[in-house]
């Protein structure tokens, strides 16, 4: 049972647009959710969260967005950059009492020049 | 500079062996955590420690074991008893909880021949 849920495998974007990565989750347990991000033959390194409480959180060029009414949030990048092409993981957590973390499948983003 | 080892980057045996992981913090984090990644599918916990002498079973334990005898270390055996263990491994750290910011290491690439 895939609790977190990454649908699109991979996206290209074009340098200098938007780029957009979904995710969705089943369990309403849930009260935190992250991105990661993963180059080639590299570690997850963590980009960005946001807490249930909010609906939205912004660092820089990252913005992330929460519905939880949808069960769904999403990473914006705007501007993309070549540097952005990697795998984002997005992952969900519930941080009160029995702690629980799930990750998604990832989803592979290519900024084409 | 701190941080988080894994060795080798890549590893192989023979099918009915066991083979132990190794991951190192300096990041005097006092959780670490493996995971496991195979295509198409998201970063699943194999097995978490949140203090040196305890480890919890993740989502996917069977076929595997851990040590937390000393707090920078967190070796991972693969036995013969897990039905596929070739896959990608991700050792991570965190500063004391599941839902804290993980730290990853570059991963063991396992291949059982």
């Known amino acids: 049972d895939q609790q977190v849920k990454q649908n699109s495998p991979s996206l290209s974007v074009q340098e200098g647009r938007i780029s957009i990565l979904n995710c969705d989750y089943t369990?309403?347990?849930?009260?935190?959710f992250l991105w990661y991000k993963k180059y080639p033959a590299e570690g997850p390194t963590f980009l960005i969260s946001?807490?249930?409480?909010?609906d939205k959180n912004e660092d820089g060029r990252f913005t992330v967005f929460l519905n939880k009414s949808a069960k769904h949030l999403s990473l914006h990048i705007v501007p993309s950059q070549p540097g952005d092409s990697a795998v984002y993981f997005c992952?969900?957590?519930?941080?009160?009492?029995?702690?629980?973390?799930?990750f998604g499948q990832g989803t592979r983003l290519t900024i084409n020049p | 500079d701190g941080g988080i080892t894994q060795s080798p980057k890549y590893l192989f045996r023979k099918e009915g062996q066991n083979v132990t992981l190794s991951c190192e913090q300096n990041l005097n984090h006092d959780a670490m955590y493996w995971y496991r990644q195979d295509p198409g599918q998201g970063l699943r916990l194999i097995y978490y420690s949140q203090i040196v002498n305890d480890f919890q079973k993740g989502d996917i334990a069977e076929g595997y074991s851990v040590s937390r005898e000393k707090k920078e270390s967190f070796p991972l055996t693969v036995t013969s008893a897990q039905k596929n263990p070739t896959a990608f491994y991700l050792c991570?750290?965190?500063?004391?909880?599941?839902?804290?910011?993980?730290?990853f290491g570059p991963g063991t690439r396992l291949t059982v021949l």
């Open positions: 992952a969900a957590a519930i941080i009160q009492g029995a702690q629980k973390l799930v």
């Open positions: 946001i807490s249930s409480i909010k």
């Open positions: 991570a750290s965190s500063e004391q909880g599941l839902t804290d910011t993980q730290y």
């Open positions: 369990n309403s347990m849930f009260d935190y």
